[in-house]
């Protein structure tokens, strides 16, 4: 669509979007996650063609990507995706009689969405920032990623219809893109991509006349900690699903395990099975993944595979990486990962301090594992998703999800982009203060369905 | 205190003091406010010294400020500060088996405060931003106000004693604050203050290498509609109101009613009784109100009063201030209002569509008044909050507070700088998957008390 009429059409619906019933917008997701599960004949074929992922996990990824929709549309209907407080009034409040203020949350307004290349459903045009801005009540602008053109406006036409006037369209181009990022009439940026190509936007988003949030999810590394005991409990079954991690989706994942950190970076080698890997996304991105890895190749040990020739393993130490800790973030997007011998837990904590934001961190252990509590700890406070003898790869979408951590990981650390909670990014609050009954919000009213803090005490 | 101890000292305390429980820093948060009301002989002299309010306001303001610290140890106690959500591992979940995970939220790291000139108690050393900060987990490091600099060296050294070493600290200086600003050990910044300066601190966040949320509260024109119901039946009533509002504090309140929109300005400025403020906090605030006030001399009518005198009344009409809309953004910080005719409800509502992000928008009307939804509506577009019948002057502090808005109002408008939504601004969320029991926060174990949501179900 010509961008001014997409950000016009926008700006025109807000206000009649805003106003729908949390039950009327479960029904439009609902209904355009039935059209495409109904057109996955026509795009799982074309998505095939332009991203060269395999049937099957296309065919999951549309089935993820409708799944998300109807979660949003469960959670809109049993009113859980605002934060709804009432506090009475109380002459008796201790600061000084207190007005009857009840807070409930109103859409941001139209939001731009920057489709990712390595999701063609999940994270694309009907993915996760589109079905959250929409069940937060706000129109949505979807910029095209060129990996995916065709697939992208067939699943914008076979979304549309379900949507009112306005509420949705699809853009393309970069200068579009970043025109969008700086109207007036966009109110929030949901995005997805590379660190460089994120903060340039985010810096338009910024330095607008009316600076608006920039929800960008941009890049990671991942840490895996294998300790001590967990590798002498576990070392087959650890080798072996790191092998299945790093290449899957051929290493296109912005969870892939980058860094792993191993008390015995030799034996962990000798035990990880061949690695192999389909082809990637696209001629860019397989560019991007061969320019990261020779950089990360000119500083460290290839250890197994070959620079430019499908999935590369690189070694070093812990005490070598400190001295070189911007290695610690650079993020071979690909089916890459480099192996850091410790000496001792402490050095793989120091480690673990100087890797800078995280959207994942992983503990590799064993049964009652004495290093285990600290590690969890010390990646909490560096990621946004901590796991235990699982890998990063594969995101599950519920309500206890969290995609997003300090930057790099993301522009945004206090929100996620995968889960439930993914709407709050859409979602301003506002408060109402000795309201007539019949000018409420619904949710606000006296008796009205779902949980809420009424004077200090959450009813269910 | 200098600079780099402040910083030094807040990054090595926190994580200690992240680890804290709730319930440690509950009884930290009511120490200090213990020590402060026990030290309130001293501080409101101090007080009345350095900022000319009268005693009977600021010995109010205190109360408010240590009600505010008991309300958050309070919210702390409870297990409400953290929203916490549970989803068991479910092998049949639609879009494939889920692990466990299970969220919560861990402090964002060190915060750096700038304390508001009007209000020494409440959004100063231990106001709101301070305290929502530290129940969240987070070291602070506030920038003085220079309107008070010995009642906060005294408020600080009251406060002090009572956190660990390094958890809290004061620095002051322009340049101090703005070095802070840019230090990557500062996780986050509150602002409250004026647009200008604020703006120009989150250009500073946002400009990092390592971008980091800029909580900035900064101005708004807080406009009032009077209906004609509304006049027709409480004409008195409203212009005491009124009268009361806009010069309460000598309007030096971010709340202060710039802006009312009126069905007859006659008969509205006829029945305003005489106005009458105190003096203003200082020279430099009494320089700036002159200033704007001259500046909107220039565009519209001076109704009541005298530019540079005292309390003022502007005066022009929808259609004018329509063609000159930047007028309606024009914050005049001190007991003035921009007095607007409107020839109908329609012609209001345009205006409230130019008014701009606010922090209050409120509604004058009578029982049954049919236009009462719709302008409810429609401030509620534009402002985090809008009242009914009473002014909006005086936040109160409680969990369904929102004190904040889109852009100017403040520069994070999904946030709240008041209220106990005001600790989610300094709380980052983490995902915890498939976590042992021993290692996972407390919060998350199974049977721990509090509200959560466990497998998409509310529970008290």
Not at 222 to 230: F, H, I, K, L, W
Not at 311 to 318: D, E, G, I, N
Request: one cysteine or more; proline letters at 9%; glycine letters at 10%.
């Amino acid at each position: 669509m010509i961008l001014e009429n997409a950000l016009a059409g926008a700006a025109a619906a807000a206000r009649a979007f805003g106003r729908t019933t949390p039950a009327d917008r479960a029904a439009m997701l609902r209904a355009a996650a039935d059209a495409l599960d109904a057109a996955a004949g026509e795009l799982v074929p074309s998505a095939m063609t332009e991203s060269r992922l395999p049937e099957a996990r296309l065919t999951g990824e549309l089935a993820r990507t409708t799944f998300q929709a109807r979660l949003f549309a469960d959670r809109l209907e049993q009113g859980l995706l605002h934060d709804v407080r009432v506090d009475h009034a109380d002459p008796d409040w201790p600061m000084g009689p207190r007005p009857d203020i009840r807070r409930t949350q109103v859409p941001i307004g139209p939001v731009l969405v920057f489709a990712a290349s390595n999701f063609p459903f999940a994270f694309s045009v009907f993915g996760g920032d589109t079905v959250s801005a929409l069940a937060a009540g706000c129109p949505v602008v979807v910029k095209a990623h060129p990996g995916h053109p065709g697939l992208s406006r067939r699943t914008a036409a076979v979304v549309a219809p379900h949507l009112p006037d306005g509420v949705f369209a699809l853009i393309e181009g970069v200068d579009a893109g970043a025109a969008a990022v700086q109207d007036p009439r966009i109110k929030a940026v949901g995005f997805t991509g590379s660190t460089r190509g994120g903060r340039a936007l985010f810096d338009l988003a910024a330095s607008r006349p009316e600076p608006i949030p920039f929800y960008g999810e941009l890049g990671s590394t991942n840490p895996v900690v294998v300790t001590p005991a967990g590798w002498a409990a576990r070392a087959e079954e650890i080798a072996t699903g790191f092998a299945g991690s790093v290449t899957l989706g051929s290493g296109q994942f912005c969870t892939k395990p980058g860094i792993v950190l191993v008390p015995d970076a030799e034996a962990f080698l000798a035990a990880v099975p061949e690695l192999s890997a389909g082809p990637m996304l696209n001629e860019r991105i397989e560019g991007g993944f061969c320019t990261a890895a020779r950089e990360m190749a000119a500083a460290v040990t290839v250890a197994r595979g070959e620079v430019g020739g499908g999935p590369v393993l690189f070694r070093s130490t812990a005490v070598e990486v400190l001295k070189r800790p911007e290695l610690l973030e650079l993020e071979v997007f690909g089916p890459a990962a480099l192996i850091l011998e410790y000496a001792d837990v402490p050095e793989a904590l120091q480690v673990l301090d100087a890797v800078g934001g995280q959207l994942t961190g992983t503990v590799q252990g064993a049964d009652t594992d004495p290093d285990a509590p600290e590690l969890v700890a010390r990646l909490a406070e560096h990621a946004g998703r901590v796991l235990w003898n699982q890998w990063p790869t594969g995101v599950t979408v519920s309500d206890a999800q969290q995609h997003g951590g300090p930057y790099p990981a993301t522009t945004a650390p206090t929100t996620t982009s995968v889960g439930t909670a993914a709407a709050a990014r859409f979602l301003r609050p506002v408060a109402f203060q000795n309201i007539p009954e019949a000018a409420l919000p619904a949710e606000l009213r006296e008796g009205a369905p779902g949980p809420r803090r009424v004077d200090g005490i959450t009813r269910a």
